[in-house]
């Protein structure tokens, strides 16, 4: 089975930087892709990023461009996601997740196209 675990997140004052990584193992699937999504108390889970490995495409959430970047790291199936400019509507759980299919570009944003879930870490951002 694979698991899925994000490292600690953090607490920043706006305007400032965070940087956030994740790793899937274990298991027998070959993952496609990985994905950043996040929540707060209330509001559905929303996309934040996403990368397929082959290919490397990358996709990004409206809220996102420009201020957050998604990379793979150097060991198999790991991601960072940086996050600059923070602001205090950022503040969130975020969640990695990992994709044991091929997801098409137009898909990488669904929650339903990923098979596996971290627990989720708190990013805090306070004005």
């Known amino acids: 089975q694979v698991q899925v675990v994000e490292s600690a997140g953090g607490s920043v004052q706006a305007g400032g930087s965070l940087r956030i990584s994740c790793a899937a193992s274990?298991?027998?699937?070959?993952?496609?892709?990985m994905a950043w999504f996040r929540q707060v108390p209330g509001k559905e889970r929303e996309f934040v990023a996403a990368?397929?490995?082959?290919?490397?495409?990358?996709v990004y959430s409206d809220f996102a461009k420009g201020r957050f970047t998604i990379a793979s790291g150097n060991m198999k199936n790991t991601v960072s996601l940086e996050m600059n400019t923070l602001t205090v509507e950022d503040t969130a759980v975020y969640y990695c997740?990992?994709?044991?299919?091929?997801?098409?570009?137009?898909?990488?944003?669904?929650?339903?196209?990923?098979?596996?879930w971290g627990r989720g870490a708190q990013v805090t951002v306070s004005s």
């Open positions: 997740a990992a994709a044991s299919r091929r997801v098409v570009l137009s898909g990488l944003h669904l929650r339903s196209q990923y098979d596996y």
């Open positions: 274990g298991g027998t699937s070959t993952i496609h892709s």
């Open positions: 990368i397929r490995f082959s290919g490397r495409n990358i």
